[in-house]
């Protein structure tokens, strides 16, 4: 569950790769680097719905008795616990939980409060939908509320010793994902997850140098955030290969599983904030050309774009 540090790898080939696919497939191909922020096993089952709007991906410390305060969020929170133990205390339904490192909840929009409900620091990661564009930072900014009338949850106190840092933010684009609804979007651009019990979400971001390319993938259910550069989504289309998508910093997208390449057609580095989800529990964490759950790199590419690198 620890974070690692940036691992700066060029990709030649795949060696995970069948027998069978290793003609077909197009591996990866160029520099990049990663850091992983943790990985951990959601809870119990759970819908995410990703509108055309703001998003945030953090890393967040509270401490030993902190926390931070309550506060009422316009869309799903997914909370990701790498260390100690989490406090959740909800407004609706008086629901109050404790989650232990290596477990993952989705928390309905409403009036909330995190807390340290151990002895050591909480640490977690923090994915959060539907803000609003140009809002407050999560958790750490932007005025409390009282707290609601719930028996056996305590009167509201001051926020205190809750730290986010690694942030990343970008809002998801209602036009791509109109023009294709074929990535899971619907008409207004939104996107819903359905995460299972027992599987594994992780979030890590990855440097990709000018001239990257992914090669063919599928990958699980997930939602990046372009802090720098650009990126380009290429998919087979009318006979020939067609730039799709490109995002560039401040965007962010949500997908469904489909076979796409993406490329940094750029003259600079591109970074990315990427949350996977639906992941097979306890599989180590997603690194291009390892072929791992949450990317499937032995895609052979479509009969009408067969090797656009």
Sequence with gaps: ??????????????????????????PPSGQFSYTEHGRAEQAAGA??????????SSSYSIASGGNTGWRTSTGDTVLAVTKGTLGVDQAQGCASQDVAAGKAV???????????AGNEPAEFNGVFFNLRLGGPSPLVDGATEAA???????????????????SARGATDPYLHNVHPGHG??????????????????????????????GWLVHTDEMAIITKGAIAIWEARDGGCKKVEEYTAGQAWAH????????NDGNEPAVVRLVGFNMKHGEPMPVFGSNPDHIDFTQAPPEDCPRLR
Excluded: W
Excluded at 185 to 214: C, I, N, R, W
């Design 106 to 116: 989705v928390v309905p929009a409403g009036k909330f409060r995190l807390r340290n």
């Design 148 to 166: 609601p009338a719930c028996p056996g949850i305590a009167a509201a106190v001051a926020p205190t010793g809750a730290s986010a840092t690694d």
């Design 256 to 263: 469904k599983p489909h076979r796409h390449m993406a490329t």
């Design 1 to 26: 569950m620890r974070k690692l540090p940036v691992l700066v790898v060029t990709v030649v080939a795949v060696g995970m790769l069948s027998s069978v696919n290793v003609a077909l497939a197009t």
């Design 47 to 56: 819908t995410l719905t990703i509108p055309a709007a703001d998003n945030v």
């Design 185 to 214: 979007a619907d008409s207004s651009g939104t996107v819903v997850h359905s995460l299972e019990a027992g599987k594994d979400m992780a979030v890590f971001t990855y440097v990709l140098q000018p001239g990257f390319s992914s």
